[in-house]
């Protein structure tokens, strides 16, 4: 049998490149998910832009205290 191009292929995982498991996909394993969780703590994953100022900090805050 030949492979199909529309084969599936096993995802693998984020961190190490291992096959993803069932139980923690898209990870290969409790701990790749915790690698990937302290990587967002840390800001390790950010969307480059420009700094936000006074005003924008000011309209955060109060969108906040109406929660």
Same mark, same amino acid.
Request: glycine share 6%.
């Given at each position: 049998?030949?492979?199909?191009?529309?084969?599936?292929? =096993?995802? /693998?995982? $984020?961190? %190490?490149?291992?096959?993803? +498991? =069932?139980? /923690?996909? $898209?990870? %290969?394993?409790?701990?790749? +998910?915790?690698?990937?969780?302290?990587?967002?703590?840390?800001?390790?994953?950010?969307?480059?832009?420009?700094?936000?100022?006074?005003?924008?900090?000011?309209?955060?805050?109060?969108?906040?205290?109406?929660?």
């Amino acid at each position: 049998m030949t492979d199909s191009p529309h084969a599936a292929k =096993q995802p /693998t995982c $984020p961190i %190490c490149g291992q096959p993803s +498991a =069932q139980t /923690t996909r $898209p990870f %290969c394993s409790r701990r790749c +998910a915790d690698v990937d969780l302290g990587r967002w703590f840390a800001g390790a994953y950010r969307i480059p832009g420009q700094p936000a100022t006074e005003d924008e900090k000011d309209d955060s805050t109060e969108i906040n205290q109406e929660r």
